[in-house]
């Protein structure tokens, strides 16, 4: 480490890890997969999700000196984002279950040249941290795949300190983000595609008003609430090059196009490049997008111990 490391949990599980909260291997394998797309696209990925970033950093009141955990990482946003906030005297965590995900934010902290940021491989839902850690913690997109959210919930509220704020972010109505249907519904005419089970993990899985924050309020979360929030996703590319990065970032893109006959792909190619450029604009992509921000707190000591 380039700096005293987080104190970590004792764990009474003996390799650390509760299988029962683990992601599914096929999960884990999908996302293993796609790591090093992710590290490609590592720039635009950012530009495109910027907002929701800043979103993250108001509603967890983030600020400098603080130490600040984010859960389901990626290869490395927003905590790296986070780390040039809080400066040199904050610390910043990305834990995430996908090694290659993790080693890709580890480069780019190398490169960066950051002191302050640290990852590690872990579940959302057994944090290799004490109680009372960080000042913050924050997910972008990453609690529609926590495989027990409530318990991923608790153990953030665990380690974060008394009044210590966690913010998350999870995508809104699908029919409101054309980043992802403009290209499904093209799919979806050679490929059928059966609604996920209710509490399958999916990017649209907390999607309704509501699901989340109930989710907070039985981990225990006080004062939970969300917002709204709408931006422009903005990618410095072509329709053609849109088409190959969602192509290679979503492995779920990629076995549907891997059910096509060549005449169908070429078909399915062309119309979906049609429909993308409804939103080419000079400057590259430009979408519409709405996302739900999740708040709450952790209650302070006082209250844990019912004197406030």
């Known amino acids: 480490m380039v700096f005293d490391s987080f104190p970590s949990s004792p764990s009474s599980d003996p390799d650390g890890i509760l299988l029962r909260m683990q992601p599914s291997q096929e999960v884990l394998n999908r996302w293993t997969h796609v790591a090093p797309f992710w590290e490609k696209y590592r720039p635009i990925i950012r530009q495109m999700f910027r907002s929701v970033t800043d979103a993250l950093v108001v509603d967890g009141r983030i600020g400098r000196r603080h130490a600040v955990l984010d859960i389901a990482t990626g290869p490395g946003e927003p905590a790296l984002t986070i780390a040039s906030l809080v400066g040199p005297e904050g610390r910043v965590c990305g834990i995430d279950p996908v090694l290659e995900m993790v080693e890709a934010a580890r480069r780019e902290a190398d490169r960066l040249a950051f ?78 595609s059966p609604p996920p089970a209710p509490d399958a993990p999916d990017p649209f899985r907390f999607a309704n008003p509501g699901m989340l924050r109930d989710v907070l309020s039985e981990a225990g979360a006080l004062a939970p609430c969300e917002r709204v929030l709408q931006f422009t996703m903005e990618a410095p590319i072509s329709v053609e090059d849109f088409w190959t990065l969602r192509m290679e970032m979503s492995e779920t893109l990629r076995q549907k196009v891997s059910m096509l006959s060549m005449q169908q792909l070429t078909e399915a190619k062309r119309s979906a490049l049609e429909a993308l450029r409804e939103y080419s604009t000079e400057h590259g992509m430009s979408f519409p997008a709405e996302v739900l921000i999740v708040s709450a707190s952790k209650s302070r000591r006082v209250d844990v111990l019912g004197l406030g």
């Open 115 to 192: 002191k302050n940021a640290q990852f590690e491989v872990a579940p959302a839902d057994q944090l290799p941290f004490s109680a009372d850690t960080f000042d913050a913690a924050v997910s972008r997109f990453g609690a529609m795949f926590f495989p027990s959210p409530v318990d991923a919930v608790r153990e953030m509220l665990r380690v974060l300190k008394p009044a210590g704020k966690l913010a998350l972010a999870v995508w809104h109505l699908a029919e409101n983000n054309p980043f992802f249907y403009t290209l499904s519904r093209v799919l979806g005419r050679y490929v059928d």
